[in-house]
């Protein structure tokens, strides 16, 4: 499994999902840990830092209701007004989902608290997005296999073990599966491209 070098975590986005963490903590009064896993457009940006988004996709370990109210304003790198909050309605199993998901989750060790902050491994951010696959998705994914942090091949042996376990009628799913691998296939062929121009630019005349 590939694994980054870094995260984003100095961006404004990073930061102001780090406040809003704290102000949740405040608000449930927690005295004991709390596993937090990120997906969405939250992982992509800390993975990519291509990307902005408003609300946090994230699953925790234990179940409590999050404040409808809990919202923060931030400044963002353009230098706008931006808004930040949870997806109270994000769940996890509506995506095609590895087992190990929460195990091979990478550490965010920037925050510290009470929330233990993971976010899914780039092959399993990858793969959920594959059940909607909406333009956005099909961007993320593409931006996560430009950024070689997932592979076609690796995509592809995650989302047939995933699917061992489906117990839907996968035909959609695999049509899916199918798309999201081209579209890793199509990076890393313009990163060919582009590592074979560059070595051509660099050879001595």
């Known amino acids: 499994m590939i694994v980054p070098q870094k995260l984003h975590v100095e961006t404004p986005l990073a930061k102001a999902m780090f406040k809003l963490m704290q102000e949740l903590e405040g608000r449930l009064g927690l005295t004991t840990e709390v596993d937090v896993y990120l ?10 830092c291509y990307r902005s988004t ?3 996709d994230a699953e925790f370990s234990r179940s ?13 790198e353009d230098g706008q007004c931006q808004v930040l909050y949870f997806d109270t309605n994000y769940n996890l199993s509506f995506a ?3 087992r190990d998901y929460q195990h091979d989750a990478h550490p965010v060790t920037a925050y510290n608290g ?3 902050v993971f976010t899914l491994a780039p092959v399993d951010l990858a793969l959920s997005k594959v059940a909607r696959l909406s333009p956005i998705d099909k961007q993320d994914v593409t931006r996560l296999a430009a950024a070689r942090l997932v592979s076609s091949d690796e995509l592809q042996q995650r989302a047939d073990e995933a699917l061992a376990d489906y117990i839907v009628n996968p035909v959609m799913l695999e049509h899916n599966i199918r798309d999201a691998v081209e579209v890793v296939k199509e990076a890393e062929t313009a990163l060919k491209a582009d590592a074979t121009a560059s070595s051509l630019d660099s050879a001595p005349s």
Do not use: R
């Open 114 to 116: 009470y929330f233990k």
């Open 96 to 98: 095609l989902m590895h």
């Open 39 to 48: 997906a969405g457009g939250m992982a992509a940006h800390l993975y990519t």
């Open 54 to 56: 408003s609300d946090i």
């Open 64 to 76: 409590f209701p999050v404040p409808q109210d809990l919202v923060i304003e931030f400044e963002g």
